[in-house]
């Protein structure tokens, strides 16, 4: 079984500060995990995943996120917050590369980003 | 724009009536999941098809099922609707290094 806790329902950080959003995840198997952004009424964007090619992983909009295997943890980081970063942040695990495998992709509640002028 | 197309983007029904949704998937995607968001939730994987044969199901009834078609484009039928099933209904399709999530269908149930 596969389970995802992001601490941390509501994170709010002042323009231009560092965004730290936590994920914890639990896995029986080496996880794939993804980092999703969602906007208001809209569906879900991959930011970066990571699939055990390299513990930091890239993604868009300057996000970036490590894998740490003995904190069992993939903590989502941008160094500057913008304005536009403002939304609903999910942290997934799968077994699957892209997020498929036969039991999906198992979200955790997600965290609300709010950046204050 | 993900090439995921999802319809209609809203409905509200009655309890106890049957609703379908639909999803367009992505060119070259054979492999086509279903997630139900709760409001102020992370979604919920509801099942995945895969060339046209449902693979994998998270913890849902059977009043919710589904079909894929040769196009690989996918429905939600839901039978009997409950007021919690009031939710955003996400579409995915995937290729074996991405999902790429529709806009969704938000249903109301009343």
């Known amino acids: 079984a596969q389970s995802v806790t992001q601490l941390g329902s509501h994170v709010s950080v002042s323009e231009g500060a560092l965004v730290l959003l936590r994920c914890n995840y639990s896995?029986?198997?080496?996880?794939?995990l993804f980092w999703y952004v969602q906007y208001p009424n809209q569906g879900l964007q991959l930011l970066l995943k990571y699939t055990s090619a390299a513990t930091l992983v890239k993604g868009i909009n300057g996000f970036e996120a490590e894998f740490k295997k003995s904190e069992t943890s993939f903590h989502l980081t941008k160094p500057s917050a913008h304005m536009s970063d403002a939304a609903e942040y999910f942290c997934?695990?799968?077994?699957?590369w892209g997020g498929g495998g036969a039991d999906g992709l198992t979200f955790g509640k997600g965290t609300h980003l709010i950046i204050q002028p | 724009e993900t090439g995921v197309t999802q319809s209609p983007t809203h409905l509200i029904k009655t309890r106890g009536q049957q609703v379908t949704l639909r999803c367009s998937s992505q060119?070259?995607?054979?492999?086509v999941s279903w997630y139900q968001q709760a409001l102020g939730q992370g979604p919920q994987f509801i099942f995945q098809?895969?060339?046209?044969?449902?693979?994998g199901r998270g913890n849902f009834p059977p009043r919710f099922s589904g079909l894929q078609f040769p196009n690989y484009s996918s429905e939600l039928n839901v039978n009997a609707l409950e007021l919690d099933d009031s939710a955003l209904y996400l579409c995915?399709?995937?290729?074996?290094?991405?999902?790429?999530f529709g806009q969704g269908t938000r249903l109301t149930v009343v």
């Open positions: 098809y895969y060339r046209e044969e449902e693979n």
């Open positions: 995915a399709s995937s290729s074996d290094t991405e999902a790429f």
């Open positions: 997934a695990v799968s077994r699957g």
């Open positions: 896995s029986s198997v080496p996880p794939y």
């Open positions: 060119s070259g995607h054979n492999t």
